[in-house]
């Protein structure tokens, strides 16, 4: 019972931020975590090839001098879209037979005061999280401090979350 | 094919593949796509201090350690094996504007003249790559999110939240890259 209450508080906290909630009942041993390695190396390899990880199609995007960024995201929604609708409406299941299940997000102000800080973020770096890790895979060591400092920013607001208006 | 593979790949082929890693990661473990949890998760491993936001027990979340490491080798496969020798090609626009600040070299995915190591302790390199970077794992986390997690994720779940925190992305953008950038490239 008590064992129960502890996953049930752990879930809860990992709720704080719905994007990280991932319950599964069942367990598996770590090697089934390589294949979310294996969609990662494929994901990167795209990131690298679009040049979606180049700080200059970033500088492009947000003075609306190229529409490849707007493209890749806008086609990438709608694929994303499609595939969640088709997953919903024929209540296809993990290939473990688990049914899907993806959590809502609840609105708090947080999304509008830290959705910009990230703003400023990305057009300075040229770079959201996913292309930190890819642009040091092509070399370009220094980007590991700003991935660094990205851990550090995600610890600070971590420490002051209390304090902060949501 | 090789040869193929080794250009610039467009938008369409690209952002279509992007999108199917929404469903991907459904599918083969019922995990919702989101990259900027990776910086929480590696706070809760390294330094939880207490903080009740860190105090979880993130092997749970280690599935999304495996995708991040996943990227970065990704990225060093295509820049290894499928990368042609051409300077990316800017907006002749960006690149007059870039020429002003004393960025000349396209050579690489980020600007080589501001992000390298000697640069790192100057005051535009100062803020380009640690203030830069601060702000986006503080933003991102505060917002629930980034790009992968809000703009694609939540937004291929009809989210509103989500929808709100993607325009404020771009608006913070917008910005950042027409307003402020300019004086801090100035520097």
Redesign the interface.
Known sequence: MQQNTDTEK?LQ??E?????????HLQHK?Y?????????????????????????R??????L?????Y???????????I??F??KKFN?K???G?P?????????K?????????????????????P????????????G???????????????L?EK?PH | MIEF?KQ????????????????????????????????????AFC?P?N???????WK?????L??????????????NL?SNANP?E??P??ARE?ADYGITN?N????QDI???QS?FTLKGF????????????????????????????????????L???????????????L??PF?LSL
């Not at chain 1, 660094?148 to 610890?155: E, H, K, Q, Y």
């Not at chain 2, 690489?108 to 600007?111: E, I, M, Q, R």
């Open positions: 752990d906290l990992r704080l931020d719905a994007m990280c909630v991932n319950e599964s770590w089934h975590n390589l294949k979310y390695l294996v969609v990662g190396v494929l994901f990167g390899i795209v990131f690298v090839k679009a040049e979606v990880v180049s700080w200059f970033i500088q492009e995007m947000f003075r001098q190229s529409f490849h960024m493209g890749i995201i806008g086609s990438a929604v709608v694929v994303g879209l595939s969640v088709l997953i296809i993990t290939i473990y688990e899907i299940k993806i959590s809502p997000k609840t609105f708090n947080g999304q509008i005061y830290g959705g910009l800080i990230f703003g400023f973020g990305w057009a300075i770096t040229g770079a959201c999280p996913g930190l890790f890819a642009q040091i895979g092509t070399g370009a060591t220094v980007i401090i700003t991935l660094l400092s990205a851990v550090a920013g995600t610890w600070v607001y971590g420490y979350r902060l | 593979l610039p790949w467009a938008w369409y082929v690209a952002g279509p593949l992007i999108g199917l890693t929404v469903p991907a990661l459904l599918i083969i473990g019922n995990k919702s796509f989101g990259i900027s949890s990776s910086l929480r998760h590696v706070c330094m201090a903080i009740p936001f860190f105090k979880y027990d749970k979340e280690v599935w999304n495996f995708f991040v490491f996943g990227i970065f080798l990704g990225g060093a496969i295509a820049i499928l990316i800017v907006n626009k960006l870039l396209f690489n995915l980020v600007p992000m390298n190591w790192l803020i380009v790559m640690i203030i830069g970077g601060f702000l986006v794992g503080f933003g991102t986390r505060y917002a629930g999110g980034c790009t992968s997690g809000h703009a694609i994720m939540g937004l291929s779940n009809l989210q509103l939240p989500s709100i925190a993607t325009i404020s992305f771009m608006i913070g953008g917008f910005i950042m890259a027409n402020i950038l801090i």
